[in-house]
């Protein structure tokens, strides 16, 4: 009954005659004054939300730029489209474009677009590893990778190929986790076999990535760096091949601390020898003032040769030598 009375009142106050919000979109509800606008948010919305749907999906781990790069370029096509309604008006004669951007308080289409373009797609670096030739007035926009992208990639297949050669198939097979209590001799043979026959592949790539994330000014999108991130993890802490580099290392450690340890205990009980030897021979030093001939015998009862003593002697240190002077 409202309803009744405001429709009639409201075509008086637009001007507009009834044929004409006829053929308006059907989505169209006669109050909405933007209602010829409506379309476009609709469709807007459409390629707004296959892009957040594709970013959703990639996000662990974060592999936007690769993978959503397509929806990116539409969603950025049409949002150009929305910026240029400028043909198009609301009921109240403003451009559509208006409408969408600047007519209310708050533009959520606006806020998502921002945080679609800032928040992921910049964020992600995605133009180091993505080059959009952008033409956006006749949605004809190409993609490029650029060839740090490209290598990087092929370095991955080649270590993927190789890991790939020594499973059944399944990478991540629970059997391929040499964690796993139910491991066979024969399952850790082959995730000890990736380790050392991938182990080149694995270098050349890490060798490869290192380089551009060292050089200035050059860089790799997220996505490359968390293929990265998840490959040095699936090898050092799944297959635990660095580990087991580690171990040998270690071992190798153990057995050096070892020989040391017991290279130190042989000297320390040859020098308390050699020293329990000199106190007796001060003992000595201070008879032969009155018997050397005495003395002399007595150290060759003690298994003390000349040579030894003479040896001792010239290291010895100082007070003794004052002592004897
Ligand atoms: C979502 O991700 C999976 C792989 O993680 C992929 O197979 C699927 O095609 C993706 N779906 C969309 C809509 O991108
Ligand atoms: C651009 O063209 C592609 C087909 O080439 C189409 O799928 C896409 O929807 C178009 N995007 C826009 C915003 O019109
Ligand atoms: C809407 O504005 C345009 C110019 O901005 C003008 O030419 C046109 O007459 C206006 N239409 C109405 C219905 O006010
Ligand atoms: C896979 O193994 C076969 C035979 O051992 C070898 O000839 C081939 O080069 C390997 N492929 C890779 C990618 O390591
Ligand atoms: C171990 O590797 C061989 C090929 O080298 C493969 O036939 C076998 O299925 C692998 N075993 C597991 C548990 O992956
Ligand atoms: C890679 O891993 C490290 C530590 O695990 C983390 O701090 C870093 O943020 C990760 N990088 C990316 C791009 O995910």
């Given at each position: 009954?409202?309803?009744?009375?405001?429709?009639?009142?409201?075509?008086?106050?637009?001007?507009?005659?009834?044929?004409?919000?006829?053929?308006?979109?059907?989505?169209?509800?006669?109050?909405?004054?933007?209602?010829?606008?409506?379309?476009?948010?609709?469709?807007f919305?459409?390629?707004?939300?296959?892009?957040?749907?594709?970013?959703?999906?990639?996000?662990?781990?974060?592999?936007?730029?690769?993978?959503?790069?397509?929806?990116?370029?539409?969603?950025?096509?049409?949002?150009?489209?929305?910026?240029?309604?400028?043909?198009?008006?609301?009921?109240?004669?403003?451009?559509?474009?208006q409408?969408?951007?600047?007519?209310?308080?708050?533009?959520?289409?606006?806020?998502?677009?921002?945080a679609?373009?800032?928040?992921?797609?910049?964020?992600?670096?995605?133009?180091?590893?993505?080059?959009?030739?952008?033409?956006?007035?006749?949605?004809?926009?190409?993609?490029?990778?650029?060839?740090?992208?490209?290598?990087?990639?092929?370095r991955?297949?080649?270590?993927?190929?190789?890991?790939?050669?020594?499973?059944?198939?399944?990478?991540?097979?629970?059997?391929?986790?040499?964690?796993?209590?139910?491991?066979?001799?024969e399952?850790?043979?082959?995730?000890?076999?990736?380790?050392?026959?991938?182990?080149?592949e694995?270098?050349?790539?890490?060798?490869?990535?290192?380089?551009?994330?060292?050089?200035?000014?050059?860089?790799?999108?997220?996505?490359?760096?968390?293929?990265?991130?998840?490959?040095?993890?699936?090898?050092?802490?799944?297959?635990?091949c660095?580990?087991?580099?580690?171990?040998?290392?270690?071992?190798?450690?153990?057995?050096?601390?070892?020989?040391?340890?017991?290279?130190?205990?042989?000297?320390?009980?040859?020098?308390?020898?050699?020293?329990?030897?000199?106190?007796?021979?001060?003992?000595?030093?201070?008879?032969?003032?009155?018997?050397?001939?005495?003395?002399?015998?007595?150290?060759?009862?003690?298994?003390?040769?000349?040579?030894?003593?003479?040896?001792?002697?010239?290291?010895?240190?100082?007070p003794?030598?004052h002592?004897?002077?």
């Amino acid at each position: 009954m409202l309803r009744h009375f405001l429709i009639p009142s409201f075509l008086i106050l637009s001007s507009f005659s009834t044929p004409e919000l006829d053929s308006a979109p059907f989505t169209d509800d006669p109050w909405d004054l933007d209602g010829p606008c409506q379309k476009y948010v609709e469709k807007f919305a459409y390629y707004q939300a296959e892009m957040v749907a594709c970013a959703t999906n990639w996000s662990i781990p974060p592999k936007v730029c690769t993978n959503c790069y397509q929806n990116y370029i539409n969603f950025k096509t049409y949002e150009f489209e929305t910026k240029n309604l400028n043909n198009v008006f609301s009921l109240d004669n403003r451009t559509c474009s208006q409408v969408i951007y600047d007519n209310y308080l708050l533009s959520y289409s606006s806020d998502i677009s921002t945080a679609l373009t800032s928040k992921i797609w910049e964020k992600s670096r995605c133009d180091s590893c993505v080059t959009i030739t952008w033409s956006l007035h006749d949605n004809k926009s190409a993609p490029t990778f650029t060839d740090r992208t490209i290598q990087f990639q092929q370095r991955l297949y080649e270590w993927r190929n190789c890991v790939v050669n020594y499973t059944s198939g399944d990478v991540l097979d629970p059997k391929m986790v040499p964690n796993d209590p139910f491991l066979t001799p024969e399952d850790l043979k082959n995730s000890s076999k990736i380790c050392n026959e991938c182990k080149s592949e694995f270098d050349e790539l890490y060798k490869f990535y290192w380089k551009i994330y060292t050089t200035p000014d050059v860089d790799f999108c997220v996505d490359v760096e968390t293929t990265m991130n998840d490959t040095i993890h699936l090898w050092d802490d799944v297959w635990q091949c660095a580990e087991r580099q580690d171990r040998n290392r270690d071992l190798f450690g153990i057995m050096v601390t070892f020989a040391t340890l017991m290279l130190l205990t042989a000297l320390f009980y040859a020098a308390s020898y050699i020293q329990g030897g000199g106190q007796q021979r001060n003992l000595v030093r201070y008879s032969r003032l009155s018997d050397p001939r005495g003395q002399r015998s007595r150290l060759l009862s003690s298994g003390i040769s000349d040579a030894d003593l003479v040896h001792r002697f010239v290291s010895s240190t100082v007070p003794p030598i004052h002592q004897m002077r």
